[in-house]
């Protein structure tokens, strides 16, 4: 990819990407001290803190980048840092997540662990599920700017939003009780 970019007459390159899917290639482009190209990046590249590094100034020197504004999701910590594994259905990220990042294993997930299959699994030790998310150096708790996950909130709050107001609940004389037997099509709900 490094030779593609150096030999093309292109001046200009787009790059939809990940940091992490990136920066093979920023290294090679900085260790060949090239130069020359306007890069244009997409948000999921554009914020990485890591791509600041002085030894990338001259291959990104002048990217012009788009992102979303960070912003804060009152009590999206709190609630991050309150997450405990559960044998309840639709736990199963939260449950591997524990499993992850406390080297253990949780009981009640039986075959289901994703350390089953590997040699030694049996040696884990078994979580306790008052382990704390915040003994370990992660920046999983950082959401200090949050960028994508504050469109997400925002998109859930909309459709609630517009649910609330399809089902009445906001009109009338009984005000905040809804009509839950009123039926809406999905083109009324857009």
Request: glycine share 6%; hydrophobic share 40%.
């Amino acid at each position: 990819m490094a030779d593609r970019l150096q030999s093309s007459t292109a001046v200009v390159v787009v790059v939809f990407a990940t940091v992490g899917q990136l920066l093979d290639l920023i290294v090679e482009l900085a260790q060949r001290n090239a130069t020359g190209i306007q890069w244009v990046a997409s948000e999921a590249w554009v914020t990485a803190k890591m791509l600041t590094s002085p030894r990338f100034h001259s291959v990104l020197e002048g990217t012009l980048g788009f992102s979303f504004p960070g912003v804060r999701i009152p009590g999206l910590k709190e609630f991050l840092l309150n997450i405990r594994p559960s044998p309840q259905p639709g736990m199963d990220f939260v449950n591997m997540f524990w499993e992850e990042m406390f080297s253990c294993r949780l009981e009640f997930r039986g075959n289901q662990s994703a350390d089953v299959n590997y040699k030694g699994a049996a040696e884990k030790p078994v979580c306790t599920g008052s382990e704390d998310v915040r003994d370990i150096d992660i920046s999983f708790a950082d959401v200090s700017q949050v960028r994508i996950s504050y469109n997400v909130y925002k998109a859930v709050y909309a459709i609630a939003h517009a649910l609330h107001t399809l089902l009445n609940c906001d009109s009338g004389e009984h005000y905040g009780k809804c009509d839950n037997h009123k039926s809406f099509t999905t083109l009324q709900a857009s």
